[in-house]
Nanobody
Framework: VQLQASGGGLVQAGGSLRLSCAASGLTFSTYTMAWFRQAPGKEREFVSRISRSGLITYYSDSVKGRFTVSRDNAKNTTYLQMNSLNPDDTAVYYC?????????????????WGQGTLVTVSS
């Protein structure tokens, strides 16, 4: 199983980025997908989850209203659109695949992790 995250970079505060996570080696449509992030010196934290169909989404309070998660099962890809970025969003962002159907949970126990992509927000 491979989860390849991309789209990170340097952006000014108030700007936007869209992360992508391309999955292979698994039946993508049978996995809940999630995004997490880890800031320097901090623990990895939950960002967002999306159901297998894409109809149910869940966000941490810190990103709700600014970030939007989506998926394209035909392309085996999930996305994280990040708007109104601020320096506190600076982190390595990870995508993950989870067999659970329980979407509205911030749990960090998942089946597969992808490599991270760095997002840096300058003030």
């Amino acid at each position: 199983v491979q989860l390849q995250a991309s789209g990170g970079g340097l952006v000014q505060a108030g700007g936007s980025l869209r992360l992508s996570c391309a999955a292979s080696g698994l039946t993508f449509s049978t996995y809940t997908m999630a995004w997490f992030r880890q800031a320097p010196g901090k623990e990895r934290e939950f960002v967002s989850r999306i159901s297998r169909s894409g109809l149910i989404t869940y966000y941490s309070d810190s990103v709700k209203g600014r970030f939007t998660v989506s998926r394209d099962n035909a392309k085996n890809t999930t996305y994280l659109q990040m708007n109104s970025l601020n320096p506190d969003d600076t982190a390595v962002y990870y995508c993950a695949a989870d067999k659970t159907t329980f979407v509205t949970t911030p749990r960090t126990a998942v089946d597969y992790w992808g490599q991270g992509t760095l997002v840096t927000v300058s003030s």
